[in-house]
C-alpha cells in the first residue's frame, strides 16, 4: 500500500466524487466525503453506491472496512482535517446556456476560512468553466477578513476527470493521462505525489506495463483540455451521423464507411458508430458552455454549433423511420429498448430515450419501456407503460426501437419476439444487431445510414 499517504477532503458525492474517493482510498490515501445529503451519506457509510457503476461498490466497502476511507456531511471536520481538497461538485447548464458555478461558489467560500491554518491545495476536478481557477483564487481572497489575509496560503490545480460511466473505476486507476494545471509549484508537487500509486502502478492490481502520462499545464490549459476534449468526441459522433444520412440517401452502407476511414491511423475506429446520437451529462453542457465562453469573447464557434444541432437532429430521424414504416403513429404501441444513455449506467442525464419518449407522446403514440436497471421516469411515468422484460415489451407492439445498446439485448430469441408483435418492425438506433439475424425472423430492419 501507499507508504506515504495523503489526507484528502474530497467535496461532492456524486458520480466523479464518489469514483475520486474511492480510488484515492484504494491506492492507500486517507479520505473523507463530504456531502450535505444526509440520504446519500447514510448509504455511502453503510456500503451503498446511489448510482450504478460496475466494480465501484464491492471497492466501497473495502475502502470502508479498511479504515481510510469516511464519509460526514459536516464541512470543519472534513476540510480542516485534510491538506487536498477535491472540489467535486456539479457545473449544470443555467437557464443561458452557461456553467451554473453557484454550487463551486458556495463550496470555494466554505474552503476560504481553513486557508489560514495551514497550507491547502484546492483542486477542481469536475468540469468547471475556463477561468474557474483564478476565480476560485479571487473567492478565497474576498471571503477572508483583512486581518487574516496574509496568513492565507494555499494553491489551486486544475485536474479534470476523463471517466467514461460504466468503466470509471477503470479509468481513474489505468489512465491514458493525468493533467495538471496550476501555477503553483507546491500544489503540483502535492497532487503529483498523490498520482503517484496511479503513475507508477504500485497499488494492489496495478498493471506495471502501463505508464500513465502526467501533463504538467497552465490552469487555463489543463480547463480547455476537458471541454476541447468531449467537444471533439461529440464533434467526431455528429460526423459519423451525418454521414449516415447521407449513406442513407445514396445507398451505402455507413459500417462499411466507418469502417474503411477508421482504418486510417489518423482518424482511428473509436466514436465512429453511427445511431441516434449522444447524450449524458457532458457533452451537451460541456460543448454548450465552451459556445458561451468563445461568443464571450466575440467568437462564433460555428463547428460546435453544428455539433450540437446535428445530434438533436439525429433523434428525431427515429421518429421520422417509425413514421415512414408505420405512417400514423397515433394509436400505435411502440416498444423502447433501454432507457439510460448508454450501457452500464442508470444515467438518465439528457438521455436520447427521454426526447423519443416525448415526442412519441405528441404524436398520440403509446409508448412502452424496458432497461435492466432503470425502473423510474418520475413525471413520465404516468404516460409510460413500464415492461418486466423484452417478451413483455414485445407483446401486442407496432414496433420496437433500440435506445441503448445493453448487453442484455445481445441474444434475443427474435421468432419468439416476432410472434408476439402486431407488426415486425425493429428499429435498430445504435446499429447493434446483425440485420439478416432480424430479418431471419421475419422483421423489418431498419437502421441508421444502413441500406
Not at 479498511?66 to 471536520?77: I, K, M, Q, V
Not at 498520482?195 to 502520462?213: T, V
Amino acid at each position: 500500500m501507499n507508504k506515504t499517504p495523503a489526507r484528502v477532503c474530497v467535496i461532492g458525492t456524486g458520480y466523479v466524487g464518489t469514483t475520486t474517493a474511492i480510488c484515492f482510498a484504494h491506492v492507500g490515501h486517507q479520505v473523507i466525503g463530504l456531502e450535505k445529503d444526509l440520504d446519500k451519506i447514510t448509504k455511502l457509510k453503510a456500503g451503498i453506491l446511489p448510482f450504478v457503476e460496475p466494480g465501484a461498490e464491492p471497492m466501497l466497502k473495502d475502502c470502508l472496512q479498511a479504515g481510510n476511507l469516511r464519509f460526514t456531511d459536516n464541512p470543519s471536520e472534513a476540510i480542516s482535517s485534510s491538506e487536498i481538497i477535491f472540489i467535486c461538485v456539479g457545473t449544470p447548464l443555467s437557464a443561458t446556456g452557461e456553467a451554473d458555478v453557484e454550487a463551486l461558489r458556495s463550496v470555494v467560500t466554505s474552503i476560504a476560512p481553513h486557508t489560514t491554518t495551514g497550507y491547502k491545495t484546492i483542486v477542481t476536478k469536475s468540469t468547471v468553466p475556463v477561468g474557474s481557477g483564478d476565480w476560485i483564487t479571487m473567492l478565497i481572497e474576498d471571503s477572508l477578513p483583512t486581518q487574516e489575509k496574509s496568513t492565507s496560503t494555499f494553491g489551486v490545480v486544475s485536474n479534470p476527470e476523463f471517466l467514461r460511466e460504466g468503466v470509471a473505476i477503470h479509468d481513474f486507476l489505468f489512465p491514458e493521462r493525468i493533467v495538471l494545471g496550476s501555477s503553483s509549484p507546491i500544489s503540483i508537487t502535492q497532487v503529483t505525489k498523490l498520482y503517484d500509486p496511479i503513475l507508477q502502478q504500485s497499488f494492489p492490481g496495478g498493471q506495471e506495463e502501463i505508464k500513465p502520462r502526467l501533463i504538467q499545464t497552465t490552469l487555463e490549459s489543463a480547463e480547455m483540455i476537458k471541454y476541447a476534449a468531449n467537444a471533439f468526441l461529440a464533434t467526431k459522433i455528429s460526423f459519423i451521423n451525418e454521414i449516415a444520412n447521407i449513406c442513407e440517401r445514396i445507398g451505402g452502407d455507413i459500417a462499411q464507411v466507418a469502417e474503411g476511414i477508421g482504418m486510417d491511423e489518423r482518424i482511428g475506429q473509436q466514436f465512429l458508430n453511427a445511431g441516434i446520437g449522444w447524450g449524458g451529462s457532458c457533452f451537451g453542457k460541456d460543448i454548450m458552455a465552451l459556445i458561451r465562453t468563445a461568443e464571450e469573447y466575440g467568437y462564433s464557434p460555428q463547428l460546435l454549433e453544428a455539433t450540437v444541432n446535428i445530434n438533436q437532429f439525429q433523434r428525431t430521424q427515429i421518429i421520422r423511420k417509425l413514421q415512414d414504416e408505420l405512417k400514423i403513429l397515433k394509436g400505435k404501441r411502440i416498444g423502447l429498448m433501454g432507457l439510460s444513455f448508454k450501457p452500464n449506467t442508470d444515467d438518465l442525464r439528457d438521455a436520447p430515450a427521454l426526447t423519443l419518449i416525448d415526442r412519441l407522446q405528441n404524436t398520440g403514440a403509446r409508448v412502452s419501456v424496458f432497461d435492466p436497471v432503470v425502473t423510474d421516469l418520475g413525471k413520465r411515468n404516468a404516460h409510460v407503460v413500464f415492461a418486466q422484460n423484452v417478451i413483455d415489451l414485445a407483446t401486442g407492439a407496432d414496433a420496437l426501437v433500440l435506445v441503448t445498446e445493453w448487453n442484455d439485448f445481445s441474444d434475443l430469441d427474435w421468432d419468439k419476439i416476432g410472434d408476439l408483435m402486431r407488426t415486425r418492425l425493429l428499429i435498430d438506433g445504435r446499429n447493434a444487431f446483425h440485420p439478416e439475424t432480424v430479418q431471419a425472423a421475419g422483421f423489418r430492419y431498419v437502421g441508421v445510414g444502413r441500406p
